[in-house]
């Protein structure tokens, strides 16, 4: 089944480490997204990536890092520097940029 | 500045009759509008969609309509059924780029 998968869905940080999520697609979409999702509130767009080998900061990107190395993948790092990391993470794909975008399940970030 | 908003958190509905979700916008720009809905712990997932050069498009029980001149867009339900309780997000595109709603809770009662 064509899909896009998220690991882990449950990651806990402690204070001053950095973690990375993990999202794959195989839905053969170029572009792909990475999102933050707090209580009560709508997504806000962290990353996005219209190609391999690109990509461009969106709304709330400071504190986070991404790399898209493989069209299947794209990684979201939080580092250290992102002083308010618990929120809930949606990594979403679409064929093209600004094409539908279909979500993965999403990985619950939490603090220690 | 929020350029898209669901000014109702919740809605609350009685199974089978219709639900009606609304969704205000201020960006003129925007040319394409979206519906995703979400259960807890789940990403959402697409639901219907409306280009700015309609005012209507139906889907089985959903139907998204556009009114340009209010910037104004509602997500009717009909009729509801208990399975469609969840958090829905209105989405609007401009420029490639998807501006999300804070979303509505529906809850729909047996």
């Known amino acids: 089944d064509g899909g896009i998968t998220q690991s882990p869905k449950y990651l806990f940080r402690k204070e001053g480490q950095n973690v990375t999520l993990s999202c794959e697609q195989n839905l053969n979409h170029d572009a792909m997204y990475w999102y933050r999702q707090d209580p009560g509130q709508g997504l806000r767009l962290i990353y996005y990536?219209?190609?391999?080998?690109?990509?461009q900061k969106g709304d709330i990107a400071e504190g986070y890092s991404v790399s898209r190395e493989k069209k299947e993948s794209f990684p979201l790092t939080v580092t250290s520097a992102q002083k308010n990391p618990t929120a809930f993470y949606l990594c979403?794909?679409?064929?093209?940029?600004?094409?539908?975008?279909?979500f993965g399940p999403g990985t619950r970030l939490l603090v220690l | 500045d929020q350029q898209v908003k669901q000014n109702s958190p919740s809605l609350s509905v009685q199974e089978g009759r219709i639900s009606i979700l609304n969704c205000d916008y201020t960006n003129s720009m925007f040319d394409y509008f979206l519906w995703y809905k979400k259960y807890p712990a789940e990403g959402p997932t697409f639901l219907i969609s409306?280009?700015?050069?309609?005012d209507k498009n139906e889907d089985g029980r959903f139907t998204v309509f556009l009114n340009k001149s209010a910037k104004h867009l509602s997500l009717h339900i009909v009729p509801s059924q208990p399975g469609d309780s969840a958090v829905y997000f209105c989405?609007?595109?401009?420029?490639?780029?998807?501006?999300f709603g804070d979303g509505t809770t529906l809850t729909v009662k047996p």
């Open positions: 989405a609007a595109r401009d420029a490639g780029k998807s501006t």
């Open positions: 979403a794909s679409s064929r093209t940029r600004g094409e539908t975008q279909y």
């Open positions: 990536s219209q190609i391999v080998n690109d990509f």
């Open positions: 409306i280009s700015s050069i309609k």
